[in-house]
């Protein structure tokens, strides 16, 4: 059995144990029998990851903010090409294009 070989190489294994109520909505929305049940759970995991990291980012930030106006040793080591180094355009004059809903 290639694939399942090539799959054990670089993927690693854990064993995770659910409730009842838990174990059956996931058989709802991802069936063994689809085959998709593990890519379901390594994108549910993923995602929980990401909101933590984002979680744990917004929380630094909080508790040391940046100052309002950047200053020359904020950009030392940034590209020069980058285009968040060079200075905001002026909108003056402009008007905010507002979203039209789609009610």
């Known amino acids: 059995m290639a694939g399942g070989k090539y799959i054990l190489?670089?993927?690693?294994?854990?064993?995770?144990?659910?409730?009842?109520?838990?174990?059956r909505d996931l058989e709802r929305v991802a069936s063994?029998?689809?085959?998709?049940?593990?890519?379901?759970?390594?994108?549910?995991i993923r995602s929980a990851i990401d909101r933590a990291l984002d979680r744990a980012t917004a929380d630094a930030y909080r508790s040391r903010p940046l100052p309002g106006e950047l200053l020359a040793s904020d950009l030392t080591g940034w590209d020069e090409k980058n285009?968040?180094?060079?200075?905001p355009a002026k909108t003056r004059g402009r008007r905010r294009r507002v979203a039209k809903s789609a009610a």
Not at 9 to 23: F, G, P, S
Not at 32 to 44: D, M, Q, T, V
């Open 9 to 23: 190489l670089y993927m690693k294994q854990i064993l995770v144990e659910l409730d009842d109520r838990c174990a």
């Open 83 to 87: 285009g968040l180094l060079q200075a």
């Open 32 to 44: 063994a029998k689809s085959r998709k049940r593990s890519e379901f759970i390594r994108l549910a």
